[in-house]
């Protein structure tokens, strides 16, 4: 069965450090993909990276980068340059299969709190 | 481009009463999945439609349930509500297409379900 982990219930960062949050996953499956996410107390989930399993290149999206390491079976999101508006919890998500069947299982979460 | 939207954001019922939530996914997304968030169980997975029709489902009770038109647009339902059911409901919509772009699962603001 696939499974995320977090390990880090929460994190404190000073602003305009990076920040990496912590994902190890576990699947049987050759083929998946890998997600972060975003959630404010507001409740929306908003998404910040994906990268596929066959992807050969790190994800980038802006300050947002994934290291994703096959062999290890991580998928760390990096956060350059934090700003007071990181402060959310961040959730780690896995589908299995590239394609079809729409079903995520997440991680526990990582509260981030970015000190001024 | 209008993003995952979703009705009621909140709403409080009481406990044997039904509920019904409603979501209109991203234009063009045919994938249309449900979630429920709560404290002590995280995100869970619900059900996923596809082309109007359930793909996948996760471990919950006949209680809750759901449909898709062919408009994409869906709607799940919780009868016979209990204290437990309180939470958070999220929905996602997906292209479910080849590539990055096909493969990245959006959601929406959530409803904010309280039973007492």
């Known amino acids: 069965a696939q499974k995320i982990t977090q390990t880090q219930p929460g994190m404190f960062v000073q602003e305009k450090e990076a920040v990496t949050l912590d994902c190890t996953y576990d699947?049987?499956?050759?083929?998946?993909?890998l997600f972060w996410y975003k959630q404010p107390s507001s409740g929306e989930m908003i998404f910040l990276i994906y990268?596929?399993?066959?992807?050969?290149q790190n994800a980038t999206e802006g300050r947002y980068s994934l290291n994703f390491q096959k062999a290890r079976k991580s998928a760390n999101l990096v956060i350059s340059a934090s700003q007071l508006g990181d402060s959310a919890m961040y959730f780690c998500?896995?589908?299995?299969?590239?394609?079809?069947?729409?079903?995520?299982?997440f991680g526990q979460g990582t509260r981030l709190t970015i000190n001024p | 481009k209008a993003g995952v939207t979703q009705t009621p954001r909140y709403l409080i019922k009481t406990r044997g009463q039904q509920v019904t939530l409603s979501c209109s996914p991203i234009s063009g997304h045919r994938s249309v999945s449900w979630y429920q968030q709560t404290p002590g169980q995280g995100l869970q997975f619900l059900f996923e439609?596809?082309?109007?029709?359930?793909?996948n489902k996760g471990n919950f009770p006949g209680r809750f349930s759901g449909r898709q038109f062919s408009n994409s647009r869906s709607e799940m339902n919780v009868s016979t509500l209990e204290l437990g059911d309180s939470a958070l409901y999220l929905c996602?919509?997906?292209?479910?297409?080849?590539?990055?772009?096909?493969?990245?699962?959006?959601f929406g603001e959530g409803s904010w379900l309280t039973v007492v």
């Open positions: 998500a896995m589908r299995e299969g590239v394609q079809g069947a729409q079903k995520l299982v």
């Open positions: 996602a919509s997906s292209l479910d297409a080849k590539g990055r772009a096909g493969n990245t699962i959006y």
């Open positions: 439609y596809f082309s109007e029709t359930q793909r």
């Open positions: 990268q596929g399993s066959y992807d050969e």
């Open positions: 699947t049987s499956d050759q083929s998946y993909g």
